[in-house]
Structure formats: structure tokens, C-alpha cells
């Protein structure tokens, strides 16, 4: 009879055990939970788990205060780049003015046409920071309206100094389609991958078209200017990255990648035979 009492004893006992050691276990994934949700209280508890949930707690706060102090840092940077890309604007602006008075005394002077072709270039690249400034420092930054891929597409083809040898072929599939986004935003973006192709020696004809489905709408952007190497395929849409054979700062792409994302779709490239063609699509839940 003793023999029976000890082991139902010793069956209790773990059976307690068990069932502590599960709710101090759950206490812990709930102060996991809580403290992801911002509230830091500490149970005051004194146990054998009390050394883990101390360490859980510090390294937590480690955590939080790392990842403050690096958006801070990082709000800094991109503070810092608008400044300097504000302070440029002043004298690019200055020295255009000046170039243009050098033409009229000078016009056969091609020193003045060069220098005049780089500061228009650098006065883009200031233009740019300032975009990529404004990308990086606003997470809320696009706006929420009903935009009409034809309307889009014509917005930002009319925004563009294409060459004249480009035919662009829009398809009327875009007049049937619409999206919600950032008209403005997504317009420079489709202008920076329309730039892309423009840029490309071969290129002479560019098609837009969109497709809709139950999940996304896409815009296509299809072009005949080679297609783009294997080895870039991955790199084409990282910053600051260029093919050497490019005219560009390595930008464009990357931000036309951001804004995309910004607005809840994604964005790739693939070769066709005669050229690349960059598919956006655009997700139907928001």
C-alpha cells in the first residue's frame, strides 16, 4: 500500500512539475510577445527560470536600443544627403546660367558644349538624391488612389525626350486596366525603366501592355535592345550599379524597384529573344 502511495506521489509530483515548468515556459513566449508589442514589464517572479527571463529581457532592450540608435543614425544620413544634394542645386544653377551666356559669346566652342553636357548631368544627379532621399526617409510616403495604366503610361512617355528613332507600341489592354498607387511616384518609375531601354544602342522599339488577373495586374515594359547579360540579371537593380557600357549613375532601376515595392506590387526582368522585358505587378489585396 505504501509501495502504491509513493508512486502515485512521485507521479503527482512530476505531473506539477510538467505543468509549471509548461506555464512558466508560456510566461516566457508571452513576454516575448509583449515586449514586441512595446510593454516592457518584467514578471517579478523567483524560480529557476528567472535567470532566463532576465536574459530574454536584456537582450530584448539591447535589441530595441540598437535598432533606435540605427534608424536614428540612418535618419541622420539621409538628412545629411538632402542638405548636400539642396546645397549643390545652388551653384549647378549658377553655373548653367553662366554656360549659357559663355554660348552666346562663344558658339563654336566645344570645350563650352562638354562642359555644359556634364553640369546638365550632375544637376540630374542632385535631382536625383533628392528623390532618393525623399524615398528612404518617408515609409508612408505614396499615396493611395485609383490610377489608369493608360493615363500613367502616357504621362510618363510625355514626360521622356525619347530618341527619335524609338516606336513605342501601346497595347489597349492598358485603357481596360487600372491600380491603386502613387501616380506620380509610379510614373517615375516607369520613366526611369522606359529610360533604360531608350538608352540602349539597339533599341528602336519599346511595347507597354498590362495583363489582369484574380491576384495582380502587371505593366509590361518589352524592348528590343539585346537584352540584358546573365551575370548582371541579378546586379541590374541594386544602387549605384551600371553595366559598362551604360551612360547612367546606376540609379534609376533601383529606384523604379523601391517604388514599386512602396506601393505594394514587385518588379522583375527576363530576356526575349530580341530584347528584355520588365514585368511590374501590382497585388490586388492591399
Known amino acids: 500500500m505504501l509501495y502504491v502511495l509513493w508512486i502515485i506521489s512521485l507521479f503527482l509530483l512530476y505531473y506539477f512539475l510538467e505543468r509549471r515548468k509548461k506555464n512558466r515556459i508560456n510566461e516566457l513566449i508571452d513576454l516575448i510577445e509583449n515586449m514586441k508589442n512595446q510593454d516592457y514589464k518584467i514578471p517579478m517572479k523567483q524560480d529557476d527560470f528567472s535567470i532566463l527571463e532576465d536574459k530574454i529581457y536584456k537582450l530584448f532592450i539591447e535589441i530595441v536600443e540598437a535598432k533606435e540608435t540605427t534608424t536614428k543614425n540612418s535618419e541622420k544620413q539621409i538628412e545629411y544627403l538632402e542638405d548636400i544634394a539642396h546645397q549643390i542645386k545652388t551653384p549647378i544653377t549658377s553655373m548653367l546660367f553662366s554656360i549659357e551666356n559663355l554660348e552666346m559669346d562663344f558658339p563654336d566652342n566645344g570645350d563650352i558644349e562638354i562642359l555644359k553636357r556634364q553640369t546638365i548631368r550632375l544637376n540630374s544627379l542632385s535631382d536625383i538624391l533628392l528623390k532618393l532621399s525623399s524615398l528612404d526617409a518617408n ?45 506620380y511616384w509610379l510614373a517615375e518609375a516607369l520613366i526611369n525603366i522606359v529610360k533604360n531601354a531608350d538608352n540602349r544602342p539597339t533599341c528602336d522599339k519599346i511595347k507597354i501592355l498590362s495583363h489582369k488577373n484574380p491576384l495582380y495586374t502587371s505593366l509590361i515594359i518589352e524592348d528590343n535592345g539585346g537584352g540584358i547579360e546573365k551575370e548582371n540579371m541579378k546586379k541590374i537593380f541594386k544602387r549605384f550599379y551600371k553595366t559598362p557600357d551604360s551612360n547612367g549613375f546606376g540609379i534609376g532601376l533601383a529606384m523604379a524597384k523601391t517604388i514599386v515595392e512602396k506601393n505594394n506590387g514587385e518588379i522583375s526582368v527576363s530576356n526575349t529573344n530580341s530584347g528584355a522585358i520588365f514585368e511590374i505587378k501590382f497585388y490586388n489585396v492591399t
Not at 149 to 166: G, M, P
Open 139 to 183: 515609409k508612408n510616403l505614396m499615396k493611395k488612389e485609383q490610377v489608369r495604366l493608360d493615363e500613367l503610361v502616357d504621362y510618363a512617355l510625355d514626360s521622356l525626350n525619347l530618341k527619335r528613332s524609338i516606336k513605342i507600341e501601346k497595347r489597349t489592354d492598358l485603357k481596360e486596366n487600372s491600380i491603386i498607387g502613387d501616380f
